[in-house]
């Protein structure tokens, strides 16, 4: 057995999260792609077997208000939000993340006011984010200008209504200054909208704290609820009752069963409520939620450095200097919870190493991206992963 | 056993979808609110469990492709197309009902051109459409008007852009004539735009034949989807080349993987696709879809039609005269599958009828609204209906 793999064994020996593991079904395929589709929670299965055959089965409407439908949305909100530093009331879940960058955005423009005409995006941004800001900016009269996180502080000014930017860059992994860069929006006069789908879970966001605008984020990576589960919009508490969405559903409304032709926006985080909201997913999700019982986030954090840092480590030592480069930071409050590595030809290389049992993924057109979800990765399947991955890089 | 008793025992008898019903999971309970939440499909809950523990327990992230969740949106709306009236390649399904409604009525804005400045929405509608109308009015820059669908031929006009209409209406029953209507916005020159939420499945909406031009409609009613399933988007396929979302995310890409900054919409039906879809409540839906093999339409509509017109009787014959007043019309062409009744009691009345096992729902202030969906309600679950409905209105 090789040093690192002695190394390994020991660190997952002190590893005071690896119970977590047993929380997840999970078998022999080193899983690094829960930055994608978060592994199956144990406990999932048997909770949406009842929602179906109980709750939709047998009690059929009356599990609107029986089974807790109808509140699920700001229930579930309300679960997400002490993993990223969020007061309760302030969460609502449902949709997908492009619809909720949608409301956000929008939202943030008509808060920032008519004299504040353009909107700032990353550059570096997932690709939805910028296409959606592109239609908030042309609904809303607004132009629309991208920019890296980098040059953001130079760029605003008094004509900034809204910046969106990702909190860990999708392809890279790079972790951005969310506390800084809210800071320098904030001295602007703008509002700061947060993407939170490859941060959340993962690290501490401290939304409150930092006082962020709004956010949104996915549920089905760190956060492990499944196959396109619903998405959440945060919406800070003072400025609900400025936010006006730009899909005022009936589900938004304060009266929504007086059936008024008239829309009177509910107070709260409700507000960002649209329609009927996806009871499978969403109960999939609230039951996915569970794992975090008595999980500290800065506990995962750590580890996820801790992972990430070997893993790495692991590279250098079992592949060919120069062979793979990789564009994930070093410096840990540079980095998010992946490790993006650069290769000619990391689309044939993902094949070969998917076939061999170890699954991350490839990020058109040269990055191999490994995820590291502290609550299931251990350090073992970290150094597996590196000696794989060197032996079909040679 | 009365008189209507028996003749409904005969019409069960004669009835050649009463088979169907053993496709659901149902009790002793007289359930008329499938026009709310339709009953579980039979084949609903294995199927729901091969997908969260086989395809994302164990294939995890490859079932994106091998479990063909990632076409499944325009997988399952091909699916509803023939439910509808439709040929393949024009439905998606995704989002709720009211995200929808917003795409339909600016991508008909947008296709309808600056010069036409007005929307008209059914006044009559269910209240999220006509919530969402005022917002696409507003983003658009267009005015909205509120008319009854009899007066939409007289208001039209060369400043009419697109007319928002409900196919049928969720609180008196009635059904609108959705070929004259889709022919008189036609010849003003205005996009025609129907929500089939209250019709899908349970009569021919005829969309191709009738020249329809964007649809929406929700599933989990009629379409016995389950709670809050996913909605699906109608878009002619001669108008699909001019489908401009205003909410262009990532899966409506052209090439969604390329990860590319400047969006290209995707030909067909895939335009109106948005963000990652919620796979859990989806393909319950398309299981749920199963229970129409080998079912026509027009039968099914022939047996809600004999239904309603049994209930009707029923409540006539067990109910003192004058004690409720039906708000649904006689006429079989403008009749959905649902009878509404109205009597200022209706709420203390609904209470009750569901503690005795008869399943409706009350509509604010006076109606009560008994749903009839054929492919799983009996006359002789009608006649039943109606005597309880008739001893508590006693």
Redo the contacts between chains.
């Keep these: 057995m090789s040093e690192l793999a002695l190394e390994a064994q020991k660190l997952d020996a002190a590893d005071e999260l690896a119970p977590l593991r047993s929380r997840f079904?999970l078998?022999d395929v080193v899983?690094l792609?829960g930055n994608?589709?978060g592994?199956?929670p144990a406990n999932?299965?048997d909770r949406?077997?009842d929602v179906?055959?109980r709750?939709?089965?047998?009690l059929?409407?009356?599990?609107?208000e029986e089974s807790g439908?109808w509140s699920a949305p700001e229930r579930i909100g309300d679960r997400i939000a002490p993993l990223v530093g969020a007061a309760a009331g302030q969460i609502v879940v449902g949709?997908?993340?492009?619809?909720n960058v949608?409301k956000a955005l929008?939202a943030a423009v008509r808060m920032a006011g008519e004299d504040r005409t353009e909107i700032l995006v990353d550059?570096t941004t997932?690709?939805?984010d910028?296409?959606?800001a592109?239609?908030a900016a042309r609904?809303?009269g607004r132009t629309l200008r991208?920019v890296t996180p980098a040059e953001v502080p130079g760029e605003l000014g008094d004509r900034t209504a809204a910046v969106l930017l990702n909190h860990v860059d999708y392809?890279t992994g790079r972790l951005h200054d969310l506390p800084g860069l809210t800071a320098a929006i904030h001295a602007a006069g703008a509002l700061a909208v947060w993407d939170l789908c490859h941060s959340a879970g993962a690290l501490e966001v401290g939304l409150d704290e930092h006082g962020v605008d709004l956010a949104v984020g996915?549920t089905?990576k760190y956060l492990n609820g499944?196959?396109?589960?619903?998405?959440y919009l945060y919406v800070r508490r003072d400025l609900q009752p400025r936010f006006d969405?730009?899909?005022?559903?009936?589900?938004s409304?304060t009266d929504p069963?007086?059936?008024?032709?008239s829309?009177a926006p509910a107070p709260g985080a409700l507000r960002g409520r649209?329609?009927?909201?996806?009871?499978?997913?969403?109960l999939?999700l609230e039951a996915a939620l569970d794992v975090w019982d008595g999980v500290s986030v800065a506990a995962v954090r750590a580890k996820s450095l801790a992972l990430t840092d070997f893993f790495l480590r692991c590279v250098r030592a079992y592949s060919e200097p120069g062979r793979v480069e990789s564009v994930t930071p070093e410096r840990h409050e540079e980095r998010g919870s992946q490790v993006a590595l650069r290769c000619d030809d990391a689309g044939e290389v993902m094949k070969r190493l998917i076939a061999r049992g170890v699954?991350g993924?490839f990020?058109?057109p040269d990055v191999l991206r490994f995820g590291f979800t502290p609550l299931y990765v251990g350090f073992g399947e970290a150094e597996r992963a590196a000696r794989i991955l060197g032996e079909e890089l040679a």
Tied chains: 1, 2.
């Design positions: 079904v078998d899983y792609d994608s589709l592994a199956l999932v299965p949406v077997a179906v055959r709750q939709w089965g047998e059929r409407i009356r599990s609107w439908w949709d997908s993340t492009s619809v949608f929008v550059a997932f690709p939805t910028g296409y959606i592109e239609s609904l809303t991208a392809r996915c089905y499944g196959p396109g589960s619903p998405a969405s730009p899909l005022p559903g009936w589900n409304h069963f007086g059936m008024s032709p829309y649209v329609g009927t909201p996806d009871i499978l997913s969403m999939a699954v993924d990020r058109h």
